[in-house]
Structures are given as C-alpha cells and as structure tokens.
C-alpha cells in the first residue's frame, strides 16, 4: 500500500528537458491516477468491511435470544450496533458526495488523493470508536445489571477487542496511510513550485 516519491521526482524533474515535458507529464498524471484509484479503493473497502461487520455482530446478538429466551435485553444491544452501522453508512455517503468538488487536473487529482488518504485516516479514528462504542455500552449494562453471564473465554475475548482494535487502527494509519499521505502532499508541493517558476 505504500506509494514511493521517488518516481514521481524522478518524472517531475524530467522537465526541464522540454522535448520530454508533455511524456512525463502524461507519465506522472497516471501514477497519479492509480494512486488515487488505490486510495479510493482503500477507503471503500475499509468502510463497507467495517460496516458489513458491525452489522453482522447486530445480526448475530438479536439472534441469540431465540436460543436462549431469558436474554431479550440483547435486542438493545443489537439496536447499537445496528446504530452505529447506520452512523458508518451515513459518513460514507457524505464523504462520496463531497469527492464531486475536486477539478480533473494533475493537481486536482493528486488533492483528490490526499483528500482521500486524510480521509482513510480519520475513518480509522473515527470508525474504530463508533464501533467500540456499543461494544462498551453493552459490557458496562452487563456487568452493572450481571445479565446473562457470558463464559469466560468469551468476555475476555470481548475485552481483548475492545483493547486491540484502536491499537490495530493506529498501527495501520500510521505505517500503512501517513507514509503514502507525505509522499503525495511533497508531490503536491512540487508540482505547485513547478507551476510557479514556469
């Protein structure tokens, strides 16, 4: 998932010969281009996997009561996940409306690129919390009413997820977005002291 700078410098500093410029900057526009088709996909696929997820976790805790007919509470809990994949889905659509307002030039995709980077990178801050809140909410109904107690391989599982998922989202925008996010906005720059000195 990591985009190195290096080729679009290499291309970008091709320029100055003048007999290349229209060749590179044609180069450069379609690294560009599957750049930004990379991070779209990205972002998708990291939104509709959450969704999709939170949704089936809803499905599966309205389920149980049908097995076990003492655990009717389990209908509210499934009502926040089922909440919170609703809040996911209304962010994605906002956030696909808001991609019509970047411009088909160079520098717009490449904005539109980092538009979409910065984006995947709140999406894991934001996504994550949505997600562990109803996960909480539940834990803390459970322990303070002691409805339906769970085995123990099972809570600690729950509290397990509960620690590790905003560590995993960290890890990943860190390592895996941040970089891809520098080497765009240095490109950015480039490009606008490009434009500038011509």
């Given at each position: ?14 320029q100055e010969k003048d007999s290349l410029f229209a060749i590179d900057r044609a180069a450069l526009s379609e ?99 949505i997600a562990l809140t109803p996960m909480i909410l539940t834990g803390l109904v459970r322990i303070v009413f ?53």
């Amino acid at each position: 998932m990591e985009m190195d700078f290096s080729r679009f410098q290499m291309i970008w500093d091709e320029q100055e010969k003048d007999s290349l410029f229209a060749i590179d900057r044609a180069a450069l526009s379609e690294l560009v281009g599957k750049a930004g088709r990379k991070a779209r996909l990205d972002l998708r696929a990291f939104e509709y996997v959450t969704m999709l997820s939170i949704l089936g976790i809803a499905i599966a805790v309205a389920s149980e009561p049908f097995f076990e007919k003492h655990e009717y509470f389990q209908y509210y809990e499934a009502a926040l996940f089922l909440a919170a994949a609703v809040a996911m889905f209304v962010r994605h659509r906002q956030r696909a409306r808001e991609e019509a307002r970047f411009d088909t030039s160079l520098c717009g995709e490449v904005d539109l690129t980092i538009w979409r980077l910065e984006s995947l990178a709140m999406r894991l801050r934001e996504y994550c919390w949505i997600a562990l809140t109803p996960m909480i909410l539940t834990g803390l109904v459970r322990i303070v009413f002691q409805l339906a107690s769970k085995p123990l391989w099972l809570q600690l599982a729950w509290a397990a997820l509960m620690v590790l998922t905003p560590i995993g989202m960290h890890k990943i925008a860190r390592e895996k977005v941040q970089p891809q996010l520098r080497s765009m906005k240095a490109l950015r720059e480039t490009l606008r002291g490009g434009e500038a000195s011509q």
